[in-house]
């Protein structure tokens, strides 16, 4: 099992960069599926970017070509670069782990991040 602390967010203006951390602390950081999450108020928590064991990446539409999600297997680190941002980038980030078999899944407290227009 891993837990999840998160780390870097912040206000910043439109077209600005923020980088978000997750620090996991635990054992079998390598094997878990790590993604980061948003919520914004009022709305539905979703996926925005996850990467597997294997390195692969997913980025949901409206941020491919401004976020890069990457992993530190030896630091248990997942961070999520932010650039050009947007106001609709606004929301509550989480980082989140997931391990398919056997079934097991851990959220982070969550880090704000404010996009001024």
């Known amino acids: 099992q891993v837990q999840l602390v998160e780390s870097g967010g912040g206000l910043v203006q439109t077209g600005g960069s923020l980088r978000l951390s997750c620090a996991a602390s635990g054992t079998g950081f390598s094997f878990y599926i790590m993604g980061w999450y948003r919520q914004a108020p009022g709305e539905q928590r979703e996926l925005v970017a996850s990467?597997?064991?294997?390195?692969?990446?997913h980025y949901r539409d409206s941020v491919k070509g401004r976020f890069t999600i990457s992993r530190d297997n030896a630091k248990n680190t997942v961070d999520l670069q932010m650039n050009s941002l947007k106001p609709e980038d606004t929301a509550v980030y989480y980082c989140?782990?997931?391990?398919?078999?056997?079934?097991?899944?851990?959220w982070g407290q969550g880090t704000q991040v404010t996009v001024s227009s």
């Open positions: 990467i597997f064991p294997t390195g692969g990446t």
């Open positions: 989140h782990a997931r391990l398919v078999v056997p079934e097991y899944e851990n």
